[in-house]
Each structure stands twice: as C-alpha cells, then as structure tokens.
C-alpha cells in the first residue's frame, strides 16, 4: 500500500506536523512501515519506541508500532518518557534504531517523530528517503514480535553516575512535559535539596509552554529560586533535551552560558578537551574554551548536525543556543536532565554560585533570535545574494552556517532556518550603540534583497 506522507512534515531533523491536520495515525502507521523497512535492508531488525507527553502520543505511538511490525521489525516499546531516555535505550540495549513520538517544545497540537539508526541521527535526506519509499510502497513484510522494557531506572541511574558532593539548593521546572516523572525519581536520590514545579505530565501544558527559551516560560521557576532562596534553577522542554537556567538573583543563562560553565568545569577534569558550539554562540565562548586550553570548534546550528560533529572531532561536549548540551560520554546525544545534573556538578567544584558566574562574566550587548519572514523558494537564495555582496565588499566572514560576520562593533549572524520558512539572525558587541550599527547592517543587506524583519 502506497501513502503520500504531507511534504510540510518532512523537517529536517525530525518529521513533524499539526495533529488532525497534516499527520494522523495513517502517517504514524506509514513512518513505521518505512523505518522498518530501512532498518531491515540495513541488517537490522529490532526498534525501540517511547513517546511524549501530549495527547496525541499514545494514539500515534499505537499505529507506528502497528507499522513497524507489519514491516518486520521487533518492537521494544518502553513506554512515555523524555527523548534522552530513548536516545540511551537505543544505545544500551540490543537494538538496531529507536523512534521517539514527540512534538518536542512545540504548540501542542503538534506531534511527529525523532528517528535514530545504527547510533546515529536520522536526518535530512535519509527522512526523503523514508518518504519516498512510502510513496512507492516499498515495504518489507512480517510479523514483528512486540515486548516492553523498563528503563526508566537504568536511565536514572545513568544520570547520577559520577556525581558527587554535598549538593546545592536547585529548583526543576519540568513544564508538565514528559521529563517530569525522571526528575522526580532523579531528585529523591541527588544529594541537597530541591523544589519541583510541574512534574505532572499534562499534554495540554496547563501552566506555561515547555521551551525554556522563552523568557515568559521561566517566570515560575524565577519565582521560586527568589521565594526559597535557592541557589539556581533549571527547567526543560517538551521532550526534555533542552535546558533552561536561571541564576540565584533569577537572571536567565542562556545555551552558550550553560555550555559556558560546564565547558569551565570540563577542562579542568580534562585539558584540551574539543568542545563544539554552533554558529549562533558568543566569541566569548570561544575566547574562554582556547583560554583554559580547550579546542574550540564553531559548527553548524541543528541538533543533528551538532551530533554527527561531536563524533567527527571526538569531542567531549557540545552545545547550541537552544540548549541542546550533548555529551561524548554519553555517547553524543542531547540530554537536557543529564545537564541539570552536570551543572550542578560544574558549579560545586567552582567554589562560587551561578550568579558570582555570572557577575564575573563581561557584559555584552545582544539581540534575541531575529526572524525574517521569506518566501522558501527563495530563502537560500538570499543568503547566497548577501554572501556575494558582502565578499564584494572585502568583509570578513564565516561561512560554517550562513555568513557570520565580523566588524570592528562585534557580528553579526545571518542564516536560513532549517525548520521554518525564515532566514534567522543574531548579533552581537561591545556596546549597546554598536549593537544598534549591527542590526542596521543586516537590515540593510536584507533590504537590498527585498526581505523585512517580522513582528
């Protein structure tokens, strides 16, 4: 049977669309006939699946492993848990892929799928390659054997191991996503104290949004660290692969601080350790890795291409300014928990709390995320055009992700989304007044090609 899967779910880390609307069980059903079919023309044959905490999940769960197993394959099902817990269940146990039912930090009546084969993410061309072979029908056929495993106290465990100390007074946002069950196993065992908001998994997020990139999601867990004093606190996304932090006076870190601090802490334990960060993050980061005599490697934003990255240079630690913070000893994945964990850790052994960090730390003048609304036919293309313009011009720029460009007030970032019809932008100087000559450049250049910033 043939199945046209809608082209607007085909992301490029992740398959991904609005329940009802652009996927249904029907795709769930289709996504799973055509993984397996790849896992098992690839040798393999077992798949691991977890799934979120959204309404929607356990319905397109049931039909992916209905698919999966009319393929062929041998489902391992373990059940609702954060994506990082299915990332180390595909990596310790005898499996051959793992698939994860998640809508990840967004709106939620969106849903979709995170895909892994052989240890590796699943991304960009290999996700039009499962679509094009369900267009084609193309499916291996069997009868798969379903079971269930726990894993849910392996992956606790895992958290905890190597973590010492007396521990610190830290405040746990979970946002009702599907992280919030481990943080309570994780929290009754972690040494110090600690306050839990929001644990209860509730796919319709009744207190605030789970993206702890929003400032506005952050306003609880600020209102407790102030309330109980406490020394800092975290909070996660949807899925729970992203970190969330704000500082004991309640001000928030941002990807490349936290990444900051733990890199601090990493290259005490291990000099010279590589550490990677994407595009978007401060030259502060960077200056401060080499400074302690880490490498430090500046590479593509997106999850997935920060992943293959981290295996390509055997890096120690990675991280983007959404806050995915991967660790090689975790074997590359993006665990937003075990960061919680890390940085605790990473603050411990500095002697001094996140907010003296923080207070130490040269203040920079920065913008959010900047977004511009294009037409996707030509989103590349604009890019491309302000490259040519800017070459022409004798200007310095890196071309890892887009074109980040230095000047004598700082740079300033401009990229095409890989998830949105945008083109993205960020900057950064020395001074509030440098920021603003920053801004005026990119405005600039994006006029010449006819693109304005959105409200």
Known sequence: ????????????????GIVGETLDASDAHAVGRAFATIVRRAGGRRVVVGYDGRTSSPMLEAALVDGLAAS????????IGPSPMLY?????????????????????????????LQRAPFFGADIQALAALAAAGDFTDG??????AD??????????????????????DAGNGAAGPVVEALTKLLPGEHHLLFTDVDGDFPNHHPDPTEDENLADLQRLVAERRLDFGVAFDGDGDRIGAVDGSGRVLRGDQILSVLAESLLVERPGSTIIADVKASNGLFDRIEALGGRAVMWKSGHSNIKLKLREEN????????GHIFFGDLGGFDDGIYAAVR??????????????????????ASTPELRFAVDPARKDAVVDEVVARLAANGATVDLTDGARVTTADGWWLLRA???QDMLTARAEADDPAALDRLVAAIDAQLAQSGVTRAA
């Open 1 to 16: 049977m043939t199945h046209d899967l809608n082209p607007s779910i085909l992301r490029e880390y992740d398959i991904r």
């Open 72 to 79: 062929g394959a041998d489902v391992v099902r373990i059940g």
């Open 88 to 116: 180390f269940a595909e990596s310790t146990l005898e499996v051959d892929a793992g698939i994860q039912v998640t809508g990840s930090h967004n709106p939620r009546d969106h849903n979709g799928f995170k895909l892994v």
């Open 143 to 148: 009868e798969g054997i379903v079971s269930d």
């Open 151 to 172: 894993t849910g106290d392996a992956y606790v465990a895992r958290l905890l191991a190597g973590h010492d100390g007396p521990g610190l007074r830290i405040g746990w």
């Open 315 to 322: 890096a120690a630690l990675a991280g983007e300014m959404s």
């Open 343 to 364: 940085l605790i850790d990473a603050v411990q052994r500095s002697g001094r709390t996140l907010a003296e960090w923080r207070d130490a730390k040269p203040v920079r």
């Open 417 to 419: 989304s890989n998830t």
